[in-house]
């Protein structure tokens, strides 16, 4: 079952989207709002994907064109990890571990529910040329298997004038770290 949007729902998010296009024009040069919009008009399981990203607190807009796959690259631009998605462990089997305390989720079954993906340590590097994310919080990643077979997982965040990448148990969770997610449309 796709989720969709009802048409009152659809018109204030693309306003919110149009608005934060418009004053971020740095992010996404050379592409034109009108047509991201009719590509998002076209693609509802998409728009419910945006709302939700929109209200988790992640402020989404586009941050590029893929010329090769053809589609808007959106992502969470929120000045700091999505306040609606922090104190998450890093996956399913890492919140199954915990024994107690567990967190609600687990970052990467939040963005599954979502319909986003969770963003890598090159597209985390990307994101950060476009503006200073996370510089009081962090960000879970997409973690490479080998350090996810150990049972870590790795995240990131902007300091010092750089972005750096660390890890952690998987299992682990903090009010400060959340994660940012990535759209194509």
Known sequence: MKKKLPENQIKKLLETLSVRFEKNKHRHKGIAWNEVEARLLSKPDK?????????????PDVIGYDKKEGV???????????KGRR?????????????????????????????IQMLNEEQYLKLQETGHFDTKTSSWLMSPDNVR???????????????FFYHNGAESYYAGRGFRGRLEV
């Open 47 to 59: 728009l419910w994907s945006l709302d939700q990203m929109e209200i988790t607190g992640g402020e």
């Open 72 to 82: 808007y690259v959106f992502c969470d631009c929120s000045a700091e990890s999505p």
């Open 87 to 115: 104190s998450l462990c890093y996956d399913t089997a890492a919140l199954e571990s915990r024994k107690e305390h567990k967190p609600k989720n687990s970052a990467m079954g939040m963005a599954d529910e979502m319909g």
């Open 149 to 163: 077979d150990l049972g870590g997982a790795i995240f990131g965040d902007f300091r010092f004038g750089r972005v």
